[in-house]
């Protein structure tokens, strides 16, 4: 990934798409055919020699120009004919972005098999579900991952869709309306390079399509973000149903030997506030004044290679967070019973309002043995026994069926075939 954003690589791209417009140019018959035959042969650079140019032109774009020439000598005057510097940095944008992107959807598509693998696994491996932080009622830890699965393939399809929105070149000049160069050579450039070229621009390719890109790949920082803190919060002393691996000589703590810290989760997390933040810029940089100024070109010098960097970094160690995963099922059983049984509120509710009780007395007698349950920290069925109205509804023989565990479970194939399909 960090290759791609080489200024080697930025330069052979600059390069190879002026010589497309001189071919095109030439089958025009605007470049003769010994001028295309100069350019090509002799047609190179050397980024050093650009960085002197550019302290003293202070324009990168001249300092490249003027460093080519220097090696193609009379023919030069054949390069960059019509042509503004946006209609090279643009469309080079555009590949990069796309090669970039490329690499970001492999990831992504690694990840999710490696979430796939785990969801079985862990598939009727039933756990506590939390809502506000508060037990809920029982869930599957499989259920837990297929969710992020499920999530992951939406990023799929939304990165497909950012990269078949940036697959877009611009050859159409200063203002974008081919005064000095023909619509030929930009259909003929972007076919070369496997663009197309957009319905229509101004000096640039329009940043909402970079946009898309930055915050789509900020959707996916996000998606590995809640990963990441649901982790964290499992691995937390008191809960300890799973943990990030820890590798025999890792350390977790410089004063405390005992450390088992949930580093990486917490580093994806403080990575995907960067991923937002750059995400902001890239909608920012949308807005320009008239056909074009110059306030978006700095940031997108940052934040398109950094973030697509990050994100690769992130996905590659989110794969690794996630097949690393030390998963306890028995804590998660124990975390279950600290309730005492009351999980099955809802249970015992709604089987006192299919037996014709008002929805509000049956919350009210469910709600007195429960908070029973809390204060006293005795079991909820002997609570529930003790309800005198309760007992009067259903029988003590009856509470076995309903207070039962695998109710939780009878659905998880289903939720499993809406998402995985037929496995």
Sequence with gaps: MAKIWTLENKFKKWLKIEIYVAEAMNKLGIVPDKDLKNIKSKARFKVEEIAEIEKKVNHDMIAFLTDVAKYVGHSSRYIHLGLTSSDIIDTTNSCLMREAGLLILNRLKNLSETLKEKAFEYKNTICIGRTHGIHAEPTTFGLKITLWYDEMRRNIIRMKSAIENISVGKVSGAVGNYAHISPFVEEYVCKKIGLKPVNIS?????????????????????????????????????????????????????????????????????????????????????????????????????????????IHYMLVKTKSLIENLVVFPEKMKENINLTNGLIYSQSVLLELAKRGIPREDAYEIVQTSALKCWNSKEPFKDALLSNQKLKEIIAPSELGKILDINKFLKNVDFIFKKVFGKE
């Excluded at 898309?212 to 998606?223: A, M, N, Q, R, W």
């Excluded at 703590?253 to 917490?266: D, Q």
Aim: one cysteine or more; glycine letters at 6%.
């Design 202 to 310: 101004n000096q640039i390719i329009q940043r909402d399509r970079y946009a898309e890109f930055i915050t789509t790949l900020s959707i996916i920082g996000s998606t590995i973000e809640k990963i990441a803190t649901e982790i964290r919060g499992l691995q937390r002393t008191e809960i300890h149903e799973v943990e990030e691996g820890f590798v025999r000589g890792q350390k977790g703590s410089s004063a405390m030997p005992h450390k088992k810290n949930p580093i990486l989760s917490e580093r994806l997390c403080g990575m995907a506030r960067v991923l937002r933040s750059n995400a902001m810029t890239s909608l920012e940089n949308n807005a320009l004044w008239h056909e074009r100024d110059i306030s978006h070109s700095s940031a997108e010098r940052i934040i398109i290679p950094d973030s697509t960097i990050l």
